[in-house]
């Protein structure tokens, strides 16, 4: 399903992204391809400045462990932490 934003659909970011994420169907699914218990970050290709935006996630029965999923204000740091523990970020915590 796209996203669309404006004229634009929405996609996951090739640069923005820690290890282990792989990105599918023209970057518009992502799924962490790890084996340790690891948070990882993807950040959207599209920066929002401001109006209201949410998200619809399908988890699919390859989600083991609990989800984040949020905003993050800043975009340079370590993609392989989540962007949430910091100032910077914000989240909603879940269940796969």
């Known amino acids: 399903m ?3 934003i404006g004229n634009q659909t929405f996609r996951w970011s090739t640069k923005c992204k820690g290890t282990g994420i792989e990105l599918s169907n023209d970057n518009l ?3 962490l391809k790890e084996t340790a218990y690891m948070f990882r970050t993807l950040l959207g290709d599209t920066a929002f400045n401001s109006g209201v935006h949410y998200w619809e996630l399908t ?5 083991e462990n609990e989800l984040k999923i949020g905003v993050s204000t800043k975009l340079d740091f370590n993609y392989n932490s989540a962007f949430c523990d910091f100032e910077f970020g914000f989240a909603y915590y879940g269940l796969g």
Do not use: G, H, N, S
């Not at 988890?59 to 989600?63: I, L, M, N, P, W």
């Open 29 to 31: 699914f992502v799924w």
């Open 59 to 63: 988890a699919d029965d390859r989600t």
């Open 2 to 4: 796209e996203k669309l």
